[in-house]
Structure formats: C-alpha cells, structure tokens
T-cell receptor, first 113, second 115 residues
Framework: AQSVTQPDIHITVSEGASLELRCNYSYGATPYLFWYVQSPGQGLQLLLKYFSGDTLVQGIKGFEAEFKRSQSSFNLRKPSVHWSDAAEYFCAVGAPGNEKLTFGTGTRLTIIP | DSGVTQTPKHLITATGQRVTLRCSPRSGDLSVYWYQQSLDQGLQFLIQYYNGEERAKGNILERFSAQQFPDLHSELNLSSLELGDSALYFC??????????????FGSGTQLSVL
C-alpha cells in the first residue's frame, strides 16, 4: 500500500527566506507525486505533480519539487516566501491504475515579517 | 474557484441523526471523490465514483454511503452520527481517475459538527 510521511507538522519562516517542506513516500514502483496547498477556509489546490521524466518539477506560485528515488522523497521548495504563502501544504502519492490519492498529514506554514 | 460546489458549507446536528452532503463536480469531470479531514486523522479518502459507478473505496464506515447520479452530482449520506464524525468533508472531481489524471479539483468543503 502507498503511504506518505510529512515529518514537519509546523514550520515558521521569515518573509523572503527560502523554504523546504519535506515529504517521504512509500510505494513499490515509481509513484505519482503531488503537492497541494490549502488556504484557510478553502479546499486544496494543486501546486505541482510528478509523473515521470525530469525529476525537478516546476509548479504554480514559484514552487518547485525534486523527486529523489534513492531517498524516497519529494521535497517542496521555494527560494523566497511571501506572506501569502502561509497555508497548509499536503504531499500526496498516487499510482498508475490506482484511483485514489493518499495524502500526508500536512505541514502548516507560518510566515513572520 | 475550483468549479466544484459543495452544499451546505456548515451543518450542525445531534448524535444519532442522519445528514446528506451534496457535491456538484466541475463541468465535464466524471470522477467524484469524498475525503474526510479531521485534526487527528488528517485527510482520509472515503470513496470514489466514476460516471455513476463506485470505483474505489477507502476508510468509509458502514454508517456512511454515497452515490453519484446520472447528472454526475454526488451525495454522501452519514447516518447514526457520532461525536467523532465531526469533521470537514471534501468533495473533489477529476476528468478521469486520480491514478491517470492526478489532478483533483477540490470543493471548499462541508464542516459537520455533531453535538
């Protein structure tokens, strides 16, 4: 069965600083990997996804993520965060032929001035 | 705006009662997913329908049931409600299955409070 671990429950970053959110997955083959963002009172919005090919994927809002098979990781990065990036971030894993996405428990991002 | 509509936005009810949550997917999307989000369990997949048929089942209790109608809207029925059922229930839709498409469009959720 597929699973996702987000080891950081809460991260606080200064505005303008760089950001890295960690995600580790468990799946027997090459998974499909996703990052979603949830703003307060809103549903989840897809930031980026990895299916195959280039292991560095670019997403919306200036985010990127790198798939590292050797580390079973798919960490989310942003070089300079903005106050509007404060939200909850979810990593998710899917698989070919599998109809559901399995989500991690989320990382809450707080931005300080 | 994701294009997925969920009603009602908030629902307050008592233990033992039954409620129905409604979801209208994005135009053209055939798949509808239901997720439950709670503080202790995170985001849990409940069930998926594709073009009217149940396609995948997750951690859905026997007290819960769902269906997708010919016009593709879906309803999640929760019965014999318990305090622990209090959660945010999300509906999401996609063109095909998540395994192929990957991109889910989420509604803004229904906040259920069982008192």
């Amino acid at each position: 069965a597929q699973s996702v671990t987000q080891p950081d429950i809460h991260i606080t970053v200064s505005e303008g600083a760089s950001l890295e959110l960690r995600c580790n997955y468990s799946y027997g083959a090459t998974p499909y990997l996703f990052w979603y963002v949830q703003s307060p009172g809103q549903g989840l919005q897809l930031l980026l996804k990895y299916f195959s090919g280039d292991t560095l994927v670019q997403g919306i809002k200036g985010f990127e993520a790198e798939f590292k098979r050797s580390q079973s990781s798919f960490n989310l990065r942003k070089p300079s965060v903005h106050w509007s990036d404060a939200a909850e971030y979810f990593c998710a894993v899917g698989a070919p032929g599998n109809e559901k996405l399995t989500f991690g428990t989320g990382t809450r991002l707080t931005i300080i001035p | 705006d994701s294009g997925v509509t969920q009603t009602p936005k908030h629902l307050i009810t008592a233990t033992g009662q039954r409620v129905t949550l409604r979801c209208s997917p994005r135009s053209g999307d055939l798949s509808v997913y239901w997720y439950q989000q709670s503080l202790d369990q995170g985001l849990q997949f409940l069930i998926q329908y594709y073009n009217g048929e149940e396609r995948a089942k997750g951690n859905i209790l026997e007290r819960f049931s769902a269906q997708q109608f010919p016009d593709l809207h879906s309803e999640l029925n929760l019965s014999s409600l318990e305090l622990g059922d209090s959660a945010l229930y999300f509906c999401a839709s996609s063109v095909g299955g998540a395994g192929r498409e990957g991109k889910l469009f989420f509604g803004s959720g229904t906040q259920l409070s069982v008192l």
